[in-house]
Nanobody, 121 residues
Framework: QVQLVESGGGLVQAGWSLRLSCAAS????????MAWYRQAPGKQRDLVAK???????TYADFVKGRFTISRDNAANTVYLQMNSLRPEDTAVYYC???????????????WGQGTLVTVSE
């Protein structure tokens, strides 16, 4: 089994920073793309940022210049550094990863349980 466990969420004021972490554990042979999504109350889940195993990154327009995604391949961990936070960034942030359990398996997509980020005025 594979688990993704997020941490680092919390309540901050507008303009402050937070760093989210997501550690993958279990039967892992390799991880391809790792990503962060977010879902605000009553809204759909949106991609925030993703990073390939080689370090190529993609960002949603609404976080460009403020958020930075990075990963530690040896630790099977992905990070999201969030700066200049705004009230509209308030959401549950979910980690997502494509994981292969062995050299003979296909990649399977996994989700974490989510971590709440609340940004006050």
């Amino acid at each position: 089994q594979v688990q993704l466990v997020e941490s680092g969420g919390g309540l901050v004021q507008a303009g402050w920073s937070l760093r989210l972490s997501c550690a993958a554990s279990g039967s892992i042979f390799s991880i391809n793309v790792m990503a962060w999504y977010r879902q605000a109350p009553g809204k759909q889940r949106d991609l925030v940022a993703k990073i390939s195993s080689g370090g190529r990154t993609t960002y949603a327009d609404f976080v460009k210049g403020r958020f930075t995604i990075s990963r530690d391949n040896a630790a099977n961990t992905v990070y999201l550094q969030m700066n200049s936070l705004r009230p509209e960034d308030t959401a549950v942030y979910y980690c997502n990863a494509d994981v292969r359990k062995s050299a003979h398996d296909y990649y399977t997509n996994y989700w974490g349980q989510g971590t709440l980020v609340t940004v006050s005025e």
